[in-house]
């Protein structure tokens, strides 16, 4: 159903499914899950030649509604306390954020205090953005290889401002992998939002004990 709203850009269908769903009182990560699946078949008919790309814009802005519908069925279910500070950027170079704002969105609801600096993100603004807020974790959510530069110059400023040792450093997104993780100089890798958000949780209790 979601799938066929997004690939036709069927927007007042999905919306009103997604509200639909959420008046049944359907869970909120199982409907962003199932939002995210038909991203991905947007993706693999665009990769096809079966969309344009102008078509695929249309559908990560009904994407980006979805998530708004579903922000507050999961800040109802989050804890009331922070259980931790996170920022979160795509760096210069990338416009991608679908990704990071389901990561955000799943932190989020998991109780962590997420600062998102949105996309095409200046090395000077992380860097401000941790001296100020003094996070547990920093995110890089890449897509385009072309990111992977300014990914690396903002951590070498990080590390020359001495600021490097006070947080765990994770990168994530479609295009990245160890070997970008070790370049960087990362604490933690993956293409999976769930499995980022399990190593938040775990490094928190880690911390605390
Ligand atoms: C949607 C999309 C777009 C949309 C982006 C909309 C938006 N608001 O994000 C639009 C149409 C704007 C777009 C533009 C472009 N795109 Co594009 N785009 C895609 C596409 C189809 C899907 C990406 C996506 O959103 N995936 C779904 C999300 C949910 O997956 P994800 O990001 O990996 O995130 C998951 C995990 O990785 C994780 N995660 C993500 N970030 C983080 C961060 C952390 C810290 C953690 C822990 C986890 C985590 O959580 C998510 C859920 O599990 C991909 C192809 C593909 N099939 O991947 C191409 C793709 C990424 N795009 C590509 C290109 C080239 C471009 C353009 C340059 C095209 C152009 N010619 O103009 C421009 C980019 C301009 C720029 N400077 O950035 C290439 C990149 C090639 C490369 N290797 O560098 C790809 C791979 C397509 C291709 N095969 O050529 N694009």
Redesign the pocket.
């Known amino acids: 159903m979601l799938v066929n709203g997004f690939v036709e850009l069927k927007r007042d269908e999905v919306l009103e499914t997604v509200k639909g769903r959420v008046e049944q009182g359907d869970d909120a990560l199982k409907i962003l899950d199932d939002a995210?699946h038909a991203?991905?078949v947007?993706?693999?008919k665009?990769?096809e030649g079966t969309l344009f790309?102008a078509e695929?814009?249309l559908s990560?802005e009904i994407f980006k509604e979805v998530v708004t519908i579903l922000q507050p069925g999961m800040d109802k279910a989050r804890p009331s306390e922070s259980i931790g500070k996170i920022v979160?950027a795509t760096p210069k170079?990338?416009?991608?954020?679908?990704?990071?704002d389901?990561?955000a969105t799943l932190l989020i609801a998991q109780g962590f205090d997420v600062h998102n600096l949105g996309v095409d993100v200046d090395p000077s603004k992380v860097v401000d953005t941790v001296r100020e807020v003094k996070p547990d974790f920093v995110?890089?959510?890449a897509?385009?290889?072309?990111a992977f530069a300014s990914m690396k110059k903002t951590t070498d400023i990080l590390i020359s401002e001495d600021l490097r040792g006070s947080f765990k450093l994770?990168?994530?997104?479609?295009?990245t992998n160890s070997v970008l993780k070790d370049h960087v100089g990362a604490d933690?890798q993956?293409?999976?939002?769930?499995e980022?958000v399990s190593y938040c949780l775990k490094t928190m209790k880690e911390k605390n004990q």
């Open positions: 995210r991203m991905t947007v993706g693999d665009f990769q790309l695929m814009m990560a979160l170079g990338d416009i991608h954020d679908l990704g990071k389901i990561f995110g890089f959510s897509l385009i290889t072309t994770m990168v994530g997104g479609g295009v933690f993956t293409i999976d939002a769930m980022g």
